[in-house]
């Protein structure tokens, strides 16, 4: 399963269940220096997506 959260940014982020909320802190501390989410915040933000939306690595 996958899942996608759209940040306030614009940035779409896709990734799968596994890895999402890693995933989603990774853009934070990248893009949005000192601002961070627990997973419970992020899970909560999350929409599911079809796995074939996550980008290749």
């Known amino acids: 399963?996958?899942?996608?959260?759209?940040?306030?940014?614009?940035?779409?982020?896709?990734d799968f269940n596994d890895t999402?909320?890693?995933?989603?802190q990774k853009h934070l501390s990248e893009a949005h220096?000192?601002?961070?989410?627990?997973?419970?915040?992020i899970m909560a933000f999350a929409m599911p997506t079809d796995d074939k939306n996550v980008p290749a690595r």
Not at 1 to 14: D, F, H, K, T, W
Not at 33 to 41: F, K, L, N, V
């Open 33 to 41: 220096e000192g601002r961070s989410y627990d997973a419970d915040q």
């Open 1 to 14: 399963m996958a899942l996608s959260l759209r940040c306030p940014c614009g940035e779409r982020i896709v």
């Open 20 to 24: 999402f909320v890693e995933t989603v």
